[in-house]
């Protein structure tokens, strides 16, 4: 089964670029990585998701190295209103049953 | 396209007490999920189902909580009877069927229990 492991929390500053490793050393040939992004007082949101090698949207980059064991999400100069809480997810049994860990708290300075 | 609805947003009552909270998925949804989140803890999964079927309900308190999609579109969650530890926000989310695994939320309902 899947687990993943990422910091509890990190610090950056205005303008910084932010880059967020988590851990699945146990993922599944089939398993994608999917990356979610919660506000205090919301339910989380997709920031992004890939199976292998680099994926880029409009808000973030996911980089998948060849072993898929690790990937890091990636938020290009940072704003304050991108503090919140990032959460890397892998499936538990099937790409629809994913569980949460404790997710990585980001918080952005001034 | 509307998102996931949840009423209540809040909710406070006293241990021992009943509740229920109301999703309605997003329209077209096949799957849909029921998330408690204690502060400071990620979402932890209580029920799955699958149109108005249960996939996984593993962690779920069954000698309290109880969740029922009948129609396989709106779902209620209802906790009977609560106790301090319940005290959480209680997420929905739904995903649509065939659609890969992202799961759309809803704003949640904070639930305290005193």
């Known amino acids: 089964l899947a687990k993943t492991t990422q910091p509890i929390s990190m610090d950056s500053y205005e303008g910084q670029e932010v880059n967020i490793t988590c851990s699945h050393n146990?993922?599944?040939?089939?398993?994608?990585i999917t990356w979610y992004q919660q506000f205090p007082s919301q339910g989380p949101r997709f920031i992004i998701q890939g199976y292998k090698t680099k994926v880029t949207n409009e808000v973030a980059s996911l980089f998948i190295p060849a072993d898929r064991k690790s990937s890091t999400l990636s938020l290009p100069r940072v704003s304050l209103s991108d503090t919140a809480v990032y959460y890397c997810?892998?499936?538990?049994?099937?790409?629809?049953?994913?569980?949460f860990g404790a997710g990585t708290r980001l918080t952005v300075k001034p | 396209e509307a998102g996931v609805a949840q009423s209540p947003r809040y909710k406070i009552i006293e241990k021992r007490q009943s509740v229920a909270f109301w999703c309605n998925p997003i329209s077209g949804h096949a799957t849909l999920y029921w998330y408690q989140q204690i502060l400071g803890q990620g979402p932890k999964l209580l029920i799955q189902?699958?149109?108005?079927?249960?996939?996984?309900d593993s962690q779920l308190p069954k000698d309290r909580f109880s969740a029922e999609r009948l129609k396989g579109v709106d779902s209620t969650l209802k906790i009977q009877p609560a106790k301090l530890e319940d005290s959480a926000v209680y997420l929905c989310a739904s995903i649509q069927a065939g659609g890969g695994d992202t799961q759309y939320f809803g704003p949640g309902t904070r639930l305290t229990v005193l």
């Open positions: 146990n993922i599944a040939t089939n398993d994608y």
């Open positions: 997810l892998v499936p538990m049994y099937n790409n629809n049953d994913m569980r």
């Open positions: 189902f699958q149109n108005n079927g249960v996939v996984d």
